[in-house]
């Protein structure tokens, strides 16, 4: 039986194509709002983080009415480290809108988004968005999007996709470049005709194959997924069964059912083929499982989430200042903070270490990492964090891989050799490079992952901050052999007490400082970066002695340079192996492991 009163689509995309105010646009567009409501802008990105950055990290479900067709639509993340998100949510789906930048055309991430797309051999929608750019070219990007279709061995059905025009920001979608502007009524039409209606067996067993874990407080997991077959309702008897793990067989009770209305989750009492529900109730619910009728278990396949490639250790805060900032400042609550992470986010894993005090935990990227972090931050905990290292593996005759990044590089034409400097320094490899739009060059590197741990920051330095970096993971290779370190040392305090302005003064005059006056410090907290390639201990808060005899110069204002305050991400990238980053709701400090000066001279001979 096909439902062809629902569609089922993902938006699909790299990071900052339009996505989420393309989902804005249609939401607006199909009256979920009323005439007068005030509605932020990139209303499905709902967590503060998402909205600072202007990123996806969730990926989001929401609904819309259009001609008696209720569409359900998933905004998915852009950003390499989330791709885990993008992975699952297509199992929901009967098609997919690429959103493509009339300007910048396919990029990594495109390319990712569109493989899993058609690997699953789904219809895709192409959306070229942002046609209203001052620099934007649709003609140039439809050529370029084929040529990746072609690349990527589409079919014949997929490659004869229908092609969309929008400006998601004015509110418009056309079909030839000459059309009237008006709405988003051609999208919207364009879907109905060309995604599938969801098809099953509605008299055959319930299966709901789980594709999103949410979490809430109140209700604890929520599992969300697409109605394969037959009919849930609430108050029957089911049982979760597992693909990759044929041992799991639980029984359980359908407690609440959802779905989805515009931004709302709406109770229902039953689902058929082809809705997309929420399920509460279920404690021990994952991503993967399939929920089946106790009559019928049998399991949905299920692709495997990707492995972690990136970890660091988050310990127990033990510095002089540990305490004073944060909320939750013990071992058991990091713990069971990290641990109630893994509920919603499956790239993520979380192990003990030999010490209570410690947990190492793996993530898809730096970005996937300091994002939880940032999280914790604000949410009032207080821990230490190690530098990143990636998660080495073992080859079928013993060798050592690591981890390789797929680096697209778009630069400024004067800036692009010393950007080849650095990463040919850092083990990459230059595999193309071609004229970008707009005096650009871009490049394209295989590097190792380590090899772009600790470079964002310089990226932004050596090219004024013009240049665009993006990431995608390749896949695993043998070891290309050691990097060399960062090549300046650190700043270190080598006494407790507040800063002043005296003894920074003196301290400059050895490299960029970190901190201001009136700072409070400790022995072995790094205040700057020193001019050289060894570290450097000074003391920050030595004030000027008195004397009686004065000289005409001495008393001149003391002037300080502004120092460099490092955000979350300079911050973990500055950090060597010898250092650990203290992190508390108020503040960011860069120390030594060990703090004492003897010991820790003692340790490095």
Known sequence: MKREDVRNIAIIAHVDHGKTTLVDCLLKQSGVFRSNQVVEERVMD??????????????????????????????????????GEVERVLKMVNGVILVVDAFEGPMPQTKFVLKKALELSLPVIVCINKIDRPEADPERVIDQVLDLFIELDASEDQLDCPFVYASAKAGIAILELSDNRENMKPLFDTILEYIPAPEGDPDAGAQVLISTIDYNEYVGRIG????????????????IVNYH????????????????????????????????????????IHIGDTICSVDAPIAIPF?????????????????????????????????????????????????????????????????????????????????????????YKQGEHGEKLEPMERAIIDVPDEFSGNVIEKLSQRKGELQGMSNAAGGYTRLDFLIPSRGLIGYRGEFLTDTKGNGIINTIFEGYAP??????????????????????????????ERGVLFIGAGEKVY??????????????????????????????????????????????????????????LEVTPKSLRIRKKILDSTLRKRANR
């Open 224 to 239: 969300c997924g697409k109605v394969d077959n037959g009919t849930i309702k609430v108050g029957q008897d089911a049982v």
């Open 303 to 391: 692709q495997k989430i990707s492995e972690p490639t990136l970890s660091m250790n988050f310990m127990v805060n033990d510095s002089p200042l540990a305490g004073q900032e944060g909320k939750w400042v013990t071992s058991r609550h990091l713990r069971e903070r990290l641990f109630r992470e893994l509920n919603t986010d499956v790239s993520l894993r979380v192990e003990e270490t030999d010490t209570t005090e410690a947990f190492k935990v793996s993530g898809r990227g730096e970005l996937h990492l300091s994002i939880l972090i940032e999280t914790m931050r604000r949410e009032g905990y207080e821990f230490a964090v190690s530098k990143a290292q990636v998660i």
């Open 479 to 508: 070891f290309k052999g050691e990097i060399s370190a960062r090549k300046q040392g650190s700043l270190i305090a080598f006494e407790d007490g507040i800063s002043v302005t005296y003894g920074l003064y003196n301290a400059q």
């Open 46 to 83: 709902s967590n503060d983080l998402e909205r600072e950055r202007g990123i996806t990290i969730l990926s989001k479900n929401t609904a819309v009415n259009y001609n008696g067709v209720k569409i359900n639509i998933i905004d998915t993340p852009g950003h390499a480290d989330f791709g």
């Open 523 to 580: 022995s072995g907290m790094i205040v700057g970066q020193s001019g050289k390639g060894e570290d450097i201990e000074l003391n920050v808060c030595k004030r000027k002695q008195m004397s009686n005899t004065r000289s005409s110069s001495a008393d001149e204002a003391l002037r300080l340079s502004p120092p460099r305050i490092l955000s979350l991400e300079q911050a973990l990238d500055f950090i060597d192996d010898d250092e650990l």
């Open 245 to 284: 793990d044929p041992d799991k067989q639980r029984k359980v009770k359908i407690s609440k059912l959802y779905e989805y209305d515009g931004l709302k989750k709406v109770e229902v009492e039953s689902a058929t083929v082809g809705s997309i529900v929420a399920i509460s109730g279920i404690e021990d």
